[in-house]
């Protein structure tokens, strides 16, 4: 939540300072918020701690300064670039968790949150000696392509919120990032219930990390075959045969049908995301594309905070997993519709 509320305070930076100032100030954040955690006693110093400082790190590391800075070197190979990025999220997943276990096993969570955030300032050093100027310059020859075919639309946030595009992608990233995310709390709990032994539940939904890694890529290379409006309505089709499948899972629990929810539903989560930010800053184009996106990446930080929690409640209300497996599937249905019916997201 507090990384999708600062997404538009990070793009304005962006815009104003530059990389530089985006990626210091987020790693060190990272940094701080972790060392701080380490030496937390009381649970309003871990929300201030790892939810807003570390939230607000993230936001500064993450989406917003990467996609605005890779626009710049790669342009229309923009969602390729993306995913490459995005992929690298799920690769340090895989990382980085069994590295946490071992420090946690070793020298407790306390010692853990020390080195992790001992090693994010040790980082600051060369963080700040890479030659940002050249980064943030772009592509010379992209440069010029951009000055001779795109023209700057003078786009302001106001006008953009004026816009039915800017909606259509605010109200794409929340209802999308409430759907999954309210799945993704309850997998391994729901797997459990359904008959499967928790390490194999959880082992088999860790494995998501890596398939995600293939759908990432995969979504992202039909955009160059089949479109990307095709590629998108593709990606939400798998999402929805993967809801379909976990419900299928609770009578039928058998290694095939979880393998298959795994490559469905799992492979999918995030691949939109490079399509999706390429299709906003191509309509939203211009000095002000870091402040517009931000903003509209809001829809992703609400949903995902809202879509957590309201799985929970739903499941806690009901006492079974069928509201929540149909909350989902709308969630994740009225996502799609967008690239259904909204002018600018159908070119």
Same mark, same amino acid.
């Given at each position: 939540? #507090? ?9 304005? $930076? ?64 923009? /969602? ?28 407790? =969570? ?20 890479? /030659? ?9 020859? $992209?440069?010029?392509? #951009? ?49 499967? /032994? ?5 082992? #088999? ?52 049908? $979880? ?49 957590? =929690? ?13 509201? $929540? ?23």
């Amino acid at each position: 939540l #507090a990384g999708g509320l600062a997404a538009p305070l990070i793009g304005r $930076l962006f815009d104003h300072s530059g990389p530089r100032m985006v990626y210091t100030l987020g790693l060190a954040l990272l940094g701080g918020a972790f060392l701080a955690a380490a030496f937390a006693q009381q649970l309003w110093q871990f929300q201030l701690t790892l939810g807003l400082c570390a939230g607000f790190g993230i936001a500064c590391i993450g989406n917003v300064p990467n996609s605005i800075m890779l626009g710049r070197w790669f342009g229309p190979k923009l /969602p390729a670039a993306m995913s490459v990025v995005y992929s690298a999220a799920g690769a340090g997943v895989l990382i980085l968790l069994p590295l946490s276990q071992v420090l946690i096993d070793r020298v407790g =969570w306390r010692g853990a949150y020390q080195i992790f955030g001992g090693t994010a300032l040790i980082l600051l050093l060369p963080l700040v000696l890479l /030659p940002w100027k050249l980064f943030a310059s772009g592509s010379a020859t $992209l440069a010029r392509s #951009a000055a001779t075919d795109l023209i700057d639309e003078g786009w302001t946030l106001v006008s953009a919120m004026r816009h039915h595009a800017f909606w259509a992608l605010f109200s794409t990233f929340f209802f999308t990032a409430v759907g999954m995310f309210a799945l993704s709390a309850q997998i391994v709990a729901y797997l459990v219930d359904a008959g499967f /032994p928790p390490l194999q539940a959880a082992t #088999a939904w860790g494995f998501s990390g890596v398939v995600l890694l293939f759908g990432m890529l995969g979504v992202t290379w039909l955009d160059g075959v089949i479109g990307r409006r095709r590629s998108v309505l593709f990606s939400y089709a798998m999402s929805i045969i993967g809801i379909g499948l976990l419900w299928l899972l609770k009578s039928y629990p058998n290694v095939w049908l $979880l393998t298959a929810f795994v490559v469905t539903f799992g492979s999918m989560i995030g691949s939109r995301g490079p399509l999706i930010t390429a299709t906003a800053m191509k309509i939203f184009r211009g000095e002000r594309v870091g402040t517009i996106y931000g903003t509209i990446t809001i829809g992703s930080g609400l949903g995902s905070a809202f879509g957590s =929690w309201a799985g929970g409640l739903i499941h806690d209300m009901t006492g079974s997993y069928d509201a $929540l497996l149909l909350f989902a599937l709308i969630s994740v249905i009225l996502g799609m519709i967008p690239f259904l019916v909204v002018p600018a997201l159908r070119q």
